[in-house]
């Protein structure tokens, strides 16, 4: 099946040669984000991982994959759409966002560190 304007359906019929999605990668996108939803109540609702840091940690990486999800599926970033140049910017936004926390952090981490410890006399001007 062609369409218009010389489009094509690539082998698994999720997004033509510019980068447009079909319904089948909508819906399949959509699909997978109900169960990366789906997924992370059960486990908080259910208790089933009685590790409170486990939990936490496996959210976190089904967070991670809904991004990946929602960027492929919904967003359409790859390296065919609008010449690359998507994910060009998608590179540089995770660059600049990765220096700026991880700049807040260290800089947090180190005012807390270097600050002058107060104990309860220093608050009663040492009377």
Do not use: C, K
């Not at 109540?41 to 486990?54: E, K, P, S």
């Not at 940690?57 to 967003?75: D, G, W």
């Not at 410890?117 to 009377?127: E, Q």
């Amino acid at each position: 099946m062609s369409a218009p304007h010389g489009n094509h359906e690539l082998a698994h019929g999720e997004v033509t040669a510019q980068g447009h999605a079909t319904r089948r990668g909508y819906l399949t996108g959509f699909a997978l984000s109900v169960i990366l939803t789906a997924i992370p109540f059960w486990l908080v609702m259910t208790g089933v991982i009685a590790d409170v840091q486990t939990t936490v940690l496996l959210i976190i990486a089904l967070a991670f994959v809904q991004i990946v999800v929602h960027t492929l599926s919904f967003l359409h970033v790859n390296s065919r759409s609008e010449g690359g140049w998507t994910l060009m910017t998608l590179m540089f936004t995770v660059v600049i966002i990765t220096i700026v926390i991880s700049g807040s952090l260290w800089i947090m981490y180190h005012l807390n560190t270097n600050m002058m410890p107060m104990g309860t006399d220093g608050m009663n001007g040492g009377s």
